[in-house]
C-alpha cells in the first residue's frame, strides 16, 4: 500500500472530530501527571510487548515505530488499538528516527542521525509524516525524534534546511493536532533553545531524554530543565556516564548507578508544572531488560512519590 493510498483509507476512520486544536490536546487527561510508562518497540511481536508493559504494572507506552516505516497500515492501527484496549494501556508518543543509516557514535552520528544530513532528510520527513497520520488515527498527540546534531552556529550553512525541515514536520503534525517533540541528545539545550525559538510553531516541543544529555557530554539534565524545561512534554528516565572515549557515546547504566539525579530533575519539571508521563527506557533486551525495567520502576516510584508529595 503506497502512502496515498494509506491516507485515504485512513481518513475513513477517523471520526469528524479527530482533528483538534494542539492547545486542546494538551489539555487531554490521558495519564495522571508523571506517570511510570514503558518505550517499547511493538514491531514483530504486537500483542506480547503491549502484555509485558501491561504485566510490569505500567499504565501507559511510548511507541518505537521503525519497523513499520513504509508499512504503517490502517490494519496495523486498528491492531494497536484494540490491544491497547486489552491491556489497559495508553500510548503517549510514537516515534521514529530511521530510515538507515543511523550510527550513534560521534565520528559518524552527525552525517546520519535526524534531520540535519541532508541525504537522508527527505526520506526522514516522509517517515515522520506517515508516524503522525498513524498516530492520528489512534488519537496519540505527540510525534518524537531525534532531530540529530543541530549546528551550534547559526550562520552553519546546515542551519536554515534544518530548521525548514523541522518546521515542515511541525506543521504536519499541526494539521494532524498533535505536538513534535525533538528529543535532547546531540545539541546543547541552549541549540534546542535556539531551534524552537527559529522555527516559531506553537505545537514544537522538547522531548527530554535524561540521560542523552549525559551520555552525548552536553549537558546536566538538572541544568537543562533550567533551559528547556517550560517546553518539555515527554521524558526518558535513563541513566549514564559522560563519554571517555572521544569516538563513542558515554555509557548508559541501570537507572541509579549514573549520574542522572532523577530527584532534582523531577521536581524542577514539576514546579514547572509538567504534566507528562516518564517514560522508562533501558538499552537492554531479553529478560535482562525485563529484570532492568521492574528494578527501575521501583527506584523512580520511590522518587516519584518524595517529588509529588
Same mark, same amino acid.
Given at each position: 500500500?503506497?502512502?496515498?493510498?494509506? +491516507?485515504?483509507?485512513?481518513?475513513?476512520?477517523?471520526?469528524?472530530?479527530?482533528?483538534?486544536?494542539?492547545?486542546?490536546?494538551?489539555?487531554?487527561?490521558?495519564?495522571?501527571?508523571?506517570?511510570?510508562?514503558?518505550?517499547?518497540?511493538?514491531?514483530?511481536?504486537?500483542?506480547?510487548?503491549?502484555?509485558?508493559?501491561?504485566?510490569?504494572?505500567?499504565?501507559?507506552?511510548?511507541?518505537? +515505530?521503525?519497523?513499520?516505516?513504509?508499512?504503517?497500515?490502517?490494519? =496495523?492501527?486498528?491492531?494497536?488499538?484494540?490491544?491497547?484496549?486489552?491491556?489497559?494501556?495508553?500510548?503517549?508518543?510514537?516515534?521514529?528516527?530511521?530510515?538507515?543509516? +543511523?550510527?550513534?557514535?560521534?565520528?559518524?552520528?552527525?552525517?546520519? =542521525?535526524?534531520?540535519?544530513?541532508?541525504?537522508?532528510?527527505?526520506?526522514?520527513?516522509?517517515?515522520?509524516?506517515?508516524?503522525?497520520?498513524?498516530?492520528?488515527?489512534?488519537?496519540?498527540?505527540?510525534?518524537?525524534?531525534?532531530?540529530?546534531?543541530?549546528?551550534?552556529?547559526?550562520?552553519?550553512?546546515?542551519?536554515?534546511?534544518?530548521?525548514?525541515?523541522?518546521?515542515?514536520? %511541525?506543521?504536519?503534525?499541526?494539521?494532524?493536532?498533535?505536538?513534535?517533540?525533538?528529543?535532547?541528545?546531540?545539541?546543547?539545550?541552549?541549540?534546542?533553545?535556539?531551534? #524552537?525559538?527559529?522555527?516559531?510553531?506553537?505545537? #514544537? %516541543?522538547?522531548? #527530554?531524554?535524561?540521560?542523552?544529555?549525559?551520555?552525548?557530554?552536553?549537558?546536566?539534565?538538572?541544568? %537543562?530543565?533550567?533551559?528547556?524545561?517550560?517546553?518539555?512534554?515527554?521524558?526518558?528516565?535513563?541513566?549514564?556516564?559522560?563519554?571517555?572515549?572521544?569516538?563513542? #557515546?558515554?555509557?548508559?547504566? +541501570?537507572?541509579?548507578?549514573?549520574?542522572?539525579?532523577?530527584?532534582?530533575?523531577?521536581?524542577?519539571?514539576?514546579?514547572?508544572?509538567?504534566?507528562?508521563?516518564?517514560?522508562?527506557?533501558?538499552?537492554?533486551?531479553?529478560?535482562?531488560?525485563?529484570?532492568?525495567?521492574?528494578?527501575?520502576?521501583?527506584?523512580?516510584?520511590? =522518587?516519584?512519590?518524595?517529588?509529588?508529595?
Amino acid at each position: 500500500m503506497d502512502r496515498r493510498t494509506f +491516507l485515504g483509507a485512513a481518513s475513513a476512520v477517523l471520526l469528524a472530530d479527530a482533528l483538534h486544536p494542539v492547545e486542546a490536546l494538551a489539555a487531554s487527561p490521558a495519564v495522571k501527571p508523571m506517570d511510570l510508562g514503558l518505550i517499547i518497540s511493538p514491531f514483530g511481536a504486537p500483542e506480547a510487548t503491549f502484555k509485558r508493559v501491561h504485566d510490569i504494572g505500567f499504565s501507559n507506552c511510548f511507541l518505537s +515505530l521503525d519497523g513499520y516505516i513504509n508499512g504503517f497500515t490502517p490494519e =496495523i492501527a486498528s491492531q494497536f488499538g484494540d490491544l491497547l484496549t486489552k491491556y489497559s494501556l495508553v500510548a503517549t508518543t510514537v516515534e521514529v528516527v530511521g530510515p538507515q543509516p +543511523l550510527e550513534w557514535n560521534f565520528l559518524r552520528g552527525p552525517s546520519t =542521525i535526524g534531520l540535519v544530513p541532508t541525504k537522508t532528510r527527505a526520506a526522514r520527513i516522509d517517515a515522520l509524516r506517515q508516524a503522525s497520520d498513524f498516530a492520528k488515527i489512534l488519537g496519540i498527540p505527540q510525534v518524537q525524534t531525534h532531530c540529530g546534531f543541530i549546528p551550534e552556529d547559526p550562520a552553519d550553512p546546515l542551519y536554515p534546511g534544518t530548521v525548514e525541515a523541522i518546521r515542515t514536520v %511541525a506543521e504536519h503534525c499541526k494539521d494532524n493536532g498533535q505536538y513534535f517533540l525533538m528529543e535532547t541528545g546531540q545539541e546543547t539545550p541552549t541549540t534546542m533553545s535556539r531551534m #524552537l525559538r527559529d522555527v516559531a510553531m506553537p505545537n #514544537l %516541543a522538547v522531548g #527530554l531524554d535524561t540521560a542523552n544529555l549525559i551520555l552525548y557530554g552536553k549537558a546536566n539534565p538538572v541544568d %537543562a530543565v533550567d533551559i528547556i524545561g517550560p517546553h518539555v512534554r515527554s521524558v526518558h528516565a535513563k541513566d549514564g556516564r559522560w563519554p571517555t572515549n572521544p569516538s563513542e #557515546l558515554g555509557e548508559e547504566v +541501570l537507572i541509579g548507578k549514573g549520574l542522572v539525579d532523577f530527584k532534582q530533575v523531577f521536581t524542577k519539571l514539576h514546579r514547572l508544572g509538567y504534566s507528562g508521563a516518564i517514560t522508562i527506557e533501558r538499552e537492554t533486551s531479553g529478560p535482562q531488560q525485563v529484570e532492568d525495567v521492574r528494578q527501575e520502576k521501583i527506584y523512580l516510584e520511590r =522518587i516519584l512519590r518524595e517529588v509529588l508529595g
